[in-house]
């Protein structure tokens, strides 16, 4: 199975800064069909996971243009420019290159 | 509007089984794949089980294989998860998920098994 390492396992920000997590894939997420089907999610307290970024770097509808993806291989990074209140919880990226599907252990946002 | 809704989770006691139910609306159950994706505090998230949007094909966690079924009812739109043989470390809050780039969630159905 692909192993997905998550860093940090947490991460106090502040208000207004930018943050980064780190996504290490085992083995390179590049299919055939020339796309890379690395996912980030983030999920808030007493919620399911909200899908960000699909494909290293599409964000999806909705969400602010503060969440940037990038990477290829198997190194891939999340950054928020500038986090906001709503943006703690767990971050959590996915591989949907091989079965079975594999997850990172997540990243804890918190404010400072 | 779009929605999964799980249902069938409970307490149940170790070997025996459980069924859960997500119940699809606003969209064509075979338009999209749909998994089963578990999560508990302790190993974080795991995929469970996959049907591809046309029933044809269904992929398993090595965790589960044998021990669950996936299925899905396309007239009720309803997708099952069957549950048999069930451990301790099955315990878990289920949710469904659509598409197979996991872009749509459910809130989910806890099980819990325990004697």
């Known amino acids: 199975d692909v192993v997905m390492t998550q860093s940090p396992l947490s991460l106090p920000v502040t208000l207004g800064q930018p943050a980064s997590i780190s996504c290490r894939s085992s083995?390179?997420?590049?299919?055939?069909?020339?796309?890379?089907?690395l996912t980030w999610f983030h999920q808030r307290p007493g919620h399911s996971p909200r899908r960000l970024i699909y494909?290293?770097?599409n964000r999806d509808s909705g969400v602010p243009d503060r969440f940037g993806g990038s990477g290829s291989g198997t190194e891939f990074t999340l950054n928020i420019s500038r986090v906001e209140p709503e943006d703690v919880g767990i971050y959590y990226c996915?591989?949907?290159?091989?079965?079975?599907?594999?997850f990172g252990g997540g990243t804890r946002v918190e404010i400072k | 509007q779009e929605q999964l809704v799980e249902s069938g989770g409970g307490v149940v006691q170790p070997g025996r089984s459980l069924k859960l139910s997500c119940v699809v609306s606003?969209?064509?159950?075979?338009?999209?794949?749909l998994h089963w994706v578990r999560q508990t505090p302790v190993t974080g998230l795991e995929w469970v089980a996959v049907?591809?949007?046309?029933?044809?094909?269904?992929h398993y966690a090595d965790s589960v294989k044998g021990r669950f079924s996936i299925s899905r009812d396309t007239f009720a739109n309803i997708v099952y998860l069957q549950m048999n043989n069930l451990r301790p470390e099955d315990t878990a809050l289920y949710f469904c998920?659509?598409?197979?780039?996991?872009?749509?969630w459910g809130l989910g159905t806890l099980v819990t098994v325990s004697s």
């Open positions: 494909k290293v770097s």
């Open positions: 606003g969209f064509n159950l075979s338009d999209f794949a």
């Open positions: 083995q390179s997420l590049l299919y055939t069909d020339a796309n890379t089907y």
């Open positions: 049907i591809s949007y046309d029933g044809e094909r269904s």
């Open positions: 996915v591989q949907l290159t091989y079965w079975p599907l594999t």
């Open positions: 998920v659509r598409g197979m780039d996991l872009a749509f």
